[in-house]
């Protein structure tokens, strides 16, 4: 099947580009960005991904203020010749310049949520290392992903209340990451894989460099992915020198240390250490300031999981209190938590990305959905 893509010098496989060289269900492709206050008063997190062999596209919308969480979901059939139109129900997503500005719409919805957003970079590109993982004969993850940061301008609407967007203090991070992960409905007559993970994702933000850590650990805390780079800031993104920085240093190792809130699988303070290339330990500590129920963008919602098939058209929307929820249940472990970082005198702002499902010796954890001591 020929698209208007064939046109251009982009093919990677014998195939026309609608086809994907993975003829995998879980094929995705996917956009993520986040975006939040310095003084900590909102955190507003939007996800859109294409499932090509599902034929699905799905994306939401979530926000976190005043201790509460809503959220605009939204699936449709995707067609496998218009892999460009990245709307769906009220919300799109476009290239400005690719890998340097982006523009989200929220339309209208039953959420209250509504808006124009630009998204303007303040840093190349961090290409993290291919996350392969497999249990076994099978592989539960193949994913490529990059992560940027950069900040946010234009205007919410929340129950008609205008919130403006000041670059100055609403800063971002977003990520791109395609590949094959579980995703959808699972297929007939195959076993489900084990709900087994530890994940870290902590991307920072200081005065003019920003540093991203990554974590995945099996249940004896044996790191089967671990990295740690750090990247120079730029004033605009006219001022990014490219799509990769010559300023971009590789940390030699990353570890990591949590203590979490008792009963609970969050953490209450954490601390990562990045081995310095002259053999020196750079010791961070981050300090949570805000929480966001990462279900609020459509991962692990028992209703609006990520690649399900809802039909041609569907939206939906939901609100939470982020102080009455069970933090154990398992829709509601993963989450990210807006962060003050410190490293010596320098201070800074981030995001911790949690979900940790079964045991996890390192963190005491001995059953599937136990809370800390």
Known sequence: MLTRFDEYLIHQTPEPLAHPVSMDRNFYDRYWLSGFAADASLYFGISLGLYPNREVMDGAFSLVRGGEQRACFASRRAHPAEREDTRVGPLKIEVIDPLRALRVTLA????????????????????????????????????????????????????GERILLDPARVHGIRDRSWGRRHVGEPDAGVPEPAREIFFLWAPLIWDDA???????????????HAEAKSVPLHGSAAAVPGIEDPGTLRHHGAVHKIRYVPGTRLAEHATLS????????????????LRFQMKGAGYNHPVWKHGL??????????RWRLDGLDLLRPENLHIQQLVR??????????????LCIGPHAPSGFAGRLDGAT
Not at 216 to 222: M, R, W
Not at 276 to 289: H, K, V, Y
Not at 309 to 318: D, L, N
């Open 309 to 318: 098939w809802k039909g041609e058209s569907a939206v939906g929307t939901e």
């Open 341 to 354: 970082c410190h490293d010596g005198e320098r201070s800074g702002l981030g995001v911790l990305e949690q």
């Open 210 to 224: 920003a540093t991203l850590a990554v974590f995945f650990e099996n249940s004896l805390g044996h790191a089967m």
């Open 274 to 289: 990045l081995l310095q290339a002259d053999g020196s330990m750079r010791n961070i500590t981050l300090e949570p300031l």
């Open 108 to 159: 209208p919805n039953d959420s209250g949520m509504e808006g124009e957003l630009v998204y303007q970079v303040r840093s190349a590109c961090v290409e993290e290392e291919r996350q392969t993982l497999r249990r076994g004969s099978a592989t539960q993850m193949d994913v490529t992903r990059f992560t940027q940061f950069g900040r946010w301008e234009g205007e919410l609407r929340v129950d």
